[in-house]
């Protein structure tokens, strides 16, 4: 079985920083498409960001692009979220999810991934 594993999640002032990572332990196993994704109470989730294993494309939530960075290590099967300049409408729980095959299609909507993280929290004060 897959597992995912986060952490990084915490409380952080408006204006700070959190890093998250998300590492896929397991079965060996091929990783195309990893992603991230958040739910704030009483909020449905929603995208965050979303990468390809190989790092060639990578994509991010209006709501996010720029302040926050997907990054990863494709030999251990690990993902980042670097998130900077957080808001308080950052306030949720971050899920990391993977996916093994090629569903970039999907990549913005839970049915392109087929694993997920326990979901880690973020908080952010004022």
């Known amino acids: 079985q897959v597992q995912l594993v986060e952490s990084g999640g915490g409380l952080v002032q408006a204006g700070g920083s959190l890093r998250l990572s998300c590492a896929a332990s397991?079965?060996?196993?091929?990783?195309?498409?990893m992603g991230w994704f958040r739910q704030a109470p009483g909020k449905a989730r929603e995208f965050v960001a979303a990468?390809?294993?190989?790092?060639?494309?990578?994509e991010y939530a209006d709501s996010v692009q720029g302040r926050f960075t997907i990054s990863g290590d494709s030999a251990e099967n690990t993902v980042f979220l670097q998130m900077n300049s957080l808001k308080l409408e950052d306030t949720a729980v971050y899920y990391c999810?993977?996916?093994?095959?090629?569903?970039?299609?999907?990549?913005?909507?839970?049915?392109?991934?087929?694993?997920w993280g326990q979901g880690t929290q973020v908080t952010v004060s004022s």
């Open positions: 999810a993977v996916s093994r095959w090629n569903r970039w299609d999907f990549r913005r909507i839970s049915n392109g991934y087929e694993y």
């Open positions: 990468r390809k294993r190989s790092g060639t494309s990578t």
């Open positions: 397991g079965r060996s196993f091929a990783v195309y498409g």
